[in-house]
């Protein structure tokens, strides 16, 4: 991952993996449909690129493989494929916290900080955001 995106911080990529193997453990915790924050969908697209080690842990955690889909059709969204348009990152932060793991508030915004408490969708351009 380093080396495939340079501009990330020394320590970020440890810290995005870390963060995309909590979010693939939380998909296969819920039935709502999910999606990563894009630094985290980087670890995502990581991992996939090592299939076996890929396989492996999907077989591990969920007993099948997690397909990344990045634009489901409007009526086949679930645990294993991205957020849709309008489906808040807020929901995939507290699947994560749900299924026991920690989030790195950078990693996904303000969502999994002071977000929370300020409005009601946690992502940019909401009808309440105070960024907006």
């Known amino acids: ?5 340079p501009e990330l ?3 970020l990529p440890a810290r995005i993996l870390d963060q995309a193997l909590a979010f693939l ?16 969908d980087i670890g995502w697209h990581t991992f996939i690129l ?13 007993g099948r493989f997690i397909h990344h889909q990045p634009e ?11 957020e849709p348009l309008g489906v808040p990152i807020s929901r995939a932060v507290a699947a994560i916290r749900a299924a026991g793991f920690a989030t790195d508030p950078e990693l996904w915004g303000r969502t999994a900080g002071e977000c ?7 992502h940019p351009g909401c009808h309440d955001s105070p960024t907006r």
């Open 72 to 82: 489901p059709p409007p009526d086949e969204t679930g645990p294993t494929t991205p």
């Open 50 to 62: 090592h299939t076996r080690d890929y396989a492996d842990f999907c077989q591990r955690i969920a």
């Open 9 to 11: 911080a020394g320590d």
């Open 1 to 5: 991952m380093a080396r495939d995106h």
């Open 25 to 40: 453990a939380a998909c296969v915790a819920t039935t709502e449909p999910l999606g990563p924050s894009d630094l985290v």
């Open 116 to 122: 929370q408490s300020q409005c009601n969708q946690c």
